[in-house]
């Protein structure tokens, strides 16, 4: 079973940076596109950030210029680089994986970011 581990999350003062890591089971070089979605309380699920296999880079506008998403294929792992982040941007962030020739979509189980002061 292919999974995705998360990990990185935690509280942070306004300001500040966080550095979350997705690691998978398997070589993430088989996925077309990895993502970071996040959830607020109340809220639905939205995309974050995107990067596709060819190193194509995607964001929400309400994270462009803080937040970087970038894979390493030697290491199976996808990593969202916070910065000055804001208490709006206090959600579970949950790494997503998709190949899309045999339909597979992976969701990680999430991890907590909290911003506040």
């Known amino acids: 079973q292919v999974q995705l581990v998360e990990s990185g999350g935690g509280l942070v003062q306004p300001g500040g940076s966080l550095r979350l890591s997705c690691a998978a089971s398997?070589?993430?070089?088989?996925?077309?596109?990895m993502a970071w979605y996040r959830q607020a309380p109340g809220k639905q699920r939205d995309l974050v950030a995107s990067i596709n296999s060819g190193g194509s880079t995607n964001y929400a506008d309400s994270v462009k210029g803080r937040f970087t998403i970038s894979r390493d294929n030697g290491k199976n792992t996808v990593i969202l680089q916070m910065n000055s982040l804001k208490p709006e941007d206090t959600a579970v962030y949950y790494c997503?994986?998709?190949?899309?020739?045999?339909?597979?979509?992976?969701w990680g189980q999430g991890t907590q970011v909290t911003v506040s002061s």
């Open positions: 398997i070589s993430i070089a088989r996925f077309n596109i």
């Open positions: 997503y994986a998709v190949q899309v020739t045999i339909n597979l979509h992976v």
